[in-house]
């Protein structure tokens, strides 16, 4: 279905055609030219590395496929090539990648405090936000780890409050800290609140 869907661009004799981002080593962009699959090779600056010239175009098979190049499906092929994955291709159905969920979402990197202590959501939480920091780091990627308050505004949120400090503290979250009212407007002047909690490894990311 998805290569079907490919050849709306012009004539096809064989009723198919390779998606337009076929993402292998090298990084080819198929496009539809004058009823014929033209191929460009492009390049991606998101994954320094990764992509590496082909002096041939790559296959319509592979050992490893995955489907969506947003953010799940590109660091997927990012950490299986970096174990030495051979044959692997991400197929991209859109003109572009990462033009879904992971180009619309809130840009937060998340500290882990909301997970259960020692579940396996804790886990990933703190691996993937320590890995996410390095990796803007290392690619010059617009981030900062600004921090968070977590405010209760009524005496029953209090102890969901408290709870949430309790879990910060068992998933290892270093910093964090319990604020009265004053203290959360020094942190920030446009928030109040009767209590709040600060978790500086909370960040934003462009």
Same mark, same amino acid.
């Given at each position: 279905?998805?290569?079907? *869907?490919?050849? /709306?661009?012009?004539?096809?004799?064989? #009723?198919?055609?390779?998606?337009?981002?076929?993402? $292998?080593?090298?990084?080819?962009?198929?496009? /539809? !030219?004058?009823?014929? !699959?033209?191929?460009?090779?492009?390049?991606?600056?998101?994954?320094?590395?990764?992509?590496?010239?082909?002096?041939?175009?790559?296959?319509?098979?592979?050992?490893?496929?995955?489907?969506?190049?947003?953010?799940?499906?590109? @660091?997927?092929?990012?950490?299986?090539?970096?174990? #030495?994955? @051979?044959?692997?291709?991400?197929?991209?159905?859109?003109?572009?990648?990462?033009?879904?969920? =992971? +180009?619309?979402?809130?840009?937060?990197?998340?500290? $882990?405090?909301?997970?259960?202590? #020692?579940?396996?959501?804790?886990?990933?939480? =703190? @691996? #993937? *936000?320590? @890995?996410?920091?390095?990796?803007?780091?290392?690619?010059?990627?617009?981030?900062?780890?600004? +921090?968070?308050?977590?405010?209760? =505004?009524?005496?029953?949120?209090?102890? !969901?409050? !408290?709870?949430?400090?309790? /879990? $910060?503290?068992?998933? $290892?979250?270093?910093?964090?800290?319990?604020?009265?009212?004053?203290?959360?407007?020094?942190h920030e002047p446009h928030a109040a609140g009767l209590a709040g909690l600060y978790?500086?490894?909370?960040?934003?990311?462009?």
């Amino acid at each position: 279905d998805v290569y079907k *869907r490919q050849s /709306r661009g012009g004539p096809n004799p064989k #009723g198919i055609g390779p998606p337009p981002f076929f993402v $292998g080593p090298g990084g080819w962009d198929w496009r /539809r !030219a004058s009823g014929e !699959a033209k191929s460009q090779r492009i390049s991606y600056s998101v994954l320094p590395g990764l992509m590496r010239p082909m002096i041939n175009p790559p296959q319509t098979t592979s050992n490893i496929t995955i489907i969506g190049g947003g953010i799940v499906g590109l @660091a997927t092929a990012m950490a299986l090539t970096r174990r #030495g994955c @051979a044959g692997l291709v991400v197929i991209e159905a859109e003109r572009d990648i990462a033009t879904h969920q =992971t +180009g619309h979402n809130s840009g937060v990197i998340h500290s $882990g405090l909301y997970y259960q202590p #020692g579940s396996k959501k804790a886990a990933n939480c =703190t @691996a #993937g *936000r320590d @890995a996410m920091y390095r990796f803007c780091s290392e690619n010059d990627i617009p981030h900062e780890r600004c +921090g968070k308050i977590v405010v209760a =505004t009524r005496q029953d949120e209090l102890p !969901a409050l !408290a709870e949430l400090h309790r /879990r $910060g503290i068992a998933n $290892g979250l270093t910093g964090i800290a319990q604020l009265d009212a004053g203290q959360i407007r020094d942190h920030e002047p446009h928030a109040a609140g009767l209590a709040g909690l600060y978790v500086p490894q909370t960040g934003i990311v462009d």
